[in-house]
């Protein structure tokens, strides 16, 4: 029997795959007028912007199918991958249909690059968004409901609509029915791993940040319903958790090599980025839609590396997830010379032997091309996971 | 033979970290850049600066062994090396630099300028030592400007979250006339530092802007700001300092009085500590003499005319935790280096990139060609870490910089032709 979510997912792939952004400058020609605005990973208010009519629009990278020459050029042999094949797309006009680009701050790396692009791309906006590491109310909620007003002014000036309550509250509504359908996509693979791979989960996803909310939530849809008649049966793989790879992501095939060492990846943190506010943004409960998204970031926000811990215990989150997927190891994929993944690493691990739970780490690039290690070492521990783990 | 200001500056210290093995005080630990030196000192704490122990650590050829143990225990060796030689030295019993140990923190002051690095460091730290953690989040200067948003947000954290936090740990309020009497010292020095660093502008220098300097900063940038001490430290340097420049004398060097002075260079990014000597005097040998360098503004931009202020203590303290060199955007620091090319007459300007500090180096290849653009001065470029002796390859930088210096003087006699 066919697939019925084939064509789905080879849409989902193609969009993904496409270095050129031909989806944006389409984009462009049906929204005369309206702005397309790129930004780095991790987060970024995404219904804001497309309460001013933006087409929101994530940049991870080249991954594995760009020859990074330029872009090497710019940086250091120590600094992460990402930086360097998103300067060389750049470089050969690939983002040439954004208007702006946003910069959140997630480490030092986007943080300078921020002022690269500044300096490269006079004609784009540059936005630096500081997020805030103090989650009061009064303090950071006042300074970060500040930084989305300068973000919406800087793209009013830019030709973008004026950001209005109803246009936000609207845009939050059509996020939160896109994050419900992603909820009931992680479900699926939770519940059912065989019915939608781990691999297929993460195109799903990727393919969200380059969409806006509506037009992702009736991919998911259809997605879903498809998936839904699959046929299938449950593999005798392990079940695991795979987190670190919230920013630069692995090469899809290494992904896939995880898959086919006999592990189901029940969750992950490659798509942070679009899940970083935990459920629904609740406007009612606010004065005002700006109001609701500030809160949902400060009350609401996924615990990352990236994110200043607070008063929580280090690790929590990790051990609800485990809990919530019901996981039997977690596997450490961090990018190299990612300070906020690796930094946070060995804090992670101690919670996980405190707690019992197996590990074991693996560090790539977004051009990793030898994915046999890493079948061998994920594939080990699996089968450890499985002679010797608690199911 | 060391000078008066030295020897100050060596019991100075020596003093604090007997004050620390004593633990007379309640101890905070904290970072260099915005940090609140005068802050703690009002309220009677004492500070402890992990990257001083580290890079202290670094110069006495202890690092190597400190960044093992941390590896050992997991950490990357993808990270910051002071991470690593902070948690390793830690791990190996905190016997701080004077061979003295340190105490465990009472509480940890993040304060978040210019480095993400900083968060997780202390993460780190709160999980081993179990203390409370005070946030204190800087915005960074991406537009080039402290918007009144930026102040009023570090301003409200300093009285509301800050100071609270301070006074649970040393026991008692604030007393600001205190807290006032300090930045009015700190003023002080600073007015003495900047006669220092602009002393770099005359020819012959009677300073090095980067490896002397890094001895200049010492105080202002570890627990003294805003104390007696450090203003005495202050006028009696600067006196020495004004003094060479009578004499036409140039700055003091490893290997004796420097000689006549060849090149003078701008350096950007931050020296490698384990080859200290040995990097200094492959500069000072070929009579290539530092005369300004954005290192030794981490710790605060003085000479771009800010002064903590006694009239405003918190404002003051707010902009001065913006105003570190590292809370600058790119842009910003090209246009820093460009005018102290041209205002101290650099004829060459040097980055030594680290592999340790994203927050400095991301950046500084494309730095590097806007500033020969603009400034049509060379520009050369090195590669070691700040503590990881495992990235200092002597013969390749002793090559490089013979060849920068080369290139100077081809640029130079070009000129002449």
Not at chain 1, 56 to 72: E, Q, S, Y
Not at chain 1, 212 to 222: F, G, I, K, N
Not at chain 2, 34 to 56: F, K, R, S, Y
Not at chain 2, 369 to 393: A, N, Q
Request: charged share 25%; aromatic share 10%.
């Amino acid at each position: 029997m066919n697939d019925p979510a084939a064509a789905v997912l080879a849409g989902l792939r193609e969009l993904v795959e496409d270095l050129e952004f031909r989806h944006v400058a389409e984009w462009k020609k049906t929204h005369p007028g309206a702005l397309a605005v790129g930004h780095l990973p991790v987060y970024v208010p995404r219904p804001l912007l497309e309460a001013q009519g933006c087409l929101p629009v994530a940049i991870f990278g080249g991954g594995d199918a760009l020859d990074v020459v330029r872009g090497d050029s710019f940086f250091q042999s120590y600094i992460c991958h990402l930086p360097r094949s998103t300067v060389e797309l750049g470089l050969r006009g690939s983002f040439d249909a954004l208007d702006a680009v946003v910069f959140p701050s997630t480490c030092d790396v986007i943080r300078n690059l921020s002022g690269m692009w500044k300096m490269l791309f006079p004609r784009q906006e540059a936005f630096y968004l500081d997020l805030p590491q103090d989650f009061s109310p009064e303090l950071g909620g006042a300074f970060y409901a500040e930084e989305l007003k300068r973000l919406a002014a800087v793209l009013e000036a830019r030709g973008a609509r004026p950001l209005t309550d109803d246009a936000l509250e609207a845009a939050i509504e059509r996020e939160n029915e896109r994050q419900a359908l992603l909820d009931e996509l992680a479900a699926i693979r939770r519940d059912e791993p065989w019915r939608l791979r781990a691999s297929e989960a993460y195109l799903a996803a990727r393919a969200g940040t380059l969409l806006d909310a509506q037009e992702h939530a009736a991919t998911l849809r259809e997605l879903i319903a498809k998936v839904q008649r699959r046929p299938g049966k449950p593999y005798d793989n392990a079940r695991v958790l795979v987190v670190g790879s919230f920013c630069e992501q692995p090469p899809y095939g290494l992904v896939r090599t995880l898959e086919q060492s006999g592990c189901d990846i029940v969750d992950d943190d490659f798509q942070l980025g679009l899940r970083a506010v935990r459920g629904r943004i609740r406007v009612d409960c606010f004065g005002s839609p700006l109001e609701a998204l500030v809160s949902a970031f400060l009350q609401q926000g996924t615990p990352t590396a990236c994110r200043y811990i607070g008063k929580a215990a280090k690790g929590e989150h990790l051990l609800t997830q485990i809990r919530t997927a019901k996981a039997d190891g977690v596997v450490f994929l961090a990018a190299s010379f990612c300070d906020p993944a690796l930094l946070d690493q060995p804090m992670l691990e101690k919670t996980l032997d405190d707690a019992g739970v197996p590990h074991t780490s693996v560090k790539f690039s977004e051009n990793t091309g030898q994915f046999q290690p890493v079948r061998e070492q994920a594939g080990a521990f699996g089968d450890s996971l499985k002679l010797w783990g608690t199911r | 033979m060391k000078e008066k200001s030295q020897l100050r500056q060596k019991k100075m210290i020596a003093d604090h970290f007997r004050r620390l093995a004593d633990a007379t005080s309640n101890v905070v630990y904290t970072f260099v850049p915005g940090n609140l030196t005068e802050l703690l000192g009002a309220l009677g704490l004492l500070p402890v600066l992990p990257e001083i122990n580290a890079l202290q650590s670094g110069m006495r050829g202890k690092s190597a062994g400190y960044i093992a143990e941390a590896e050992k225990a997991g950490h990357s060796e993808d990270v910051c090396s002071y991470v690593k030689c902070d948690l390793g030295m830690s791990l190996k019993g905190n016997v701080g630099p004077t061979g003295e140990r340190l105490p465990p923190p009472n509480a940890l002051l993040l304060s978040y300028t210019g480095c993400f690095t900083f968060m997780k460091w202390f993460e780190i730290l709160r999980e081993q030592y179990k203390c409370p953690v005070t946030m204190l989040h800087v915005p960074y200067q991406a537009d080039g400007t402290i918007t009144p948003q930026m102040r009023k947000y570090v301003v409200d954290q300093l009285r509301r979250e800050v100071v609270p936090a301070l006074e649970k740990v040393a026991g008692r309020k604030l007393d600001e006339s205190e807290l006032a009497r300090r930045l009015a010292l700190s003023a002080q020095a600073e007015n003495d530092l900047v006669a220092v660093w602009e002393a770099g502008k005359q020819k012959p220098s009677p300073v090095d802007g980067y490896f002397g300097g890094v001895y200049y900063v010492g105080p202002i940038f570890s627990a003294f700001r805003g104390t007696m001490e450090a203003a005495a430290y202050y006028s009696e340097l600067r006196d020495e300092v004004e003094a060479r420049a009578a004499r036409g004398e140039g700055p003091m060097t490893p290997d004796g009085p420097m000689g006549p002075q060849r090149f003078r260079l701008v350096v950007e990014g931050p020296p490698c500590w384990t080859s200290f000597n040995d990097f200094w005097s492959m500069f000072s040998r070929e009579g290539a003499v530092v005369v300004a360098s954005t290192y030794t503004r981490v710790g605060g931009l003085y000479d771009q005319g800010f002064r903590h202020d006694p009239e405003h203590p918190f404002e003051s303290l707010a902009d001065y935790c913006l105003g570190c060199y590292t809370n600058h955007s790119l842009p910003a620091r090209v246009g820093l280096l460009e005018k102290y090319i041209r205002e101290y007459g650099a004829d060459g300007f040097l980055i030594n990139s680290v592999k340790s500090c994203n927050s400095f180096s991301v950046g500084q290849l494309q730095m590097m060609r806007v500033l020969e653009e603009r400034t049509g001065v060379p520009g050369g470029f090195i590669e070691s870490d700040l503590v990881d002796s495992r990235y200092f390859g002597k013969a390749n930088i002793s090559n490089r910089l013979q060849s920068f210096f080369q290139m100077i003087e081809a640029r130079r006699a070009r000129r002449s032709a």
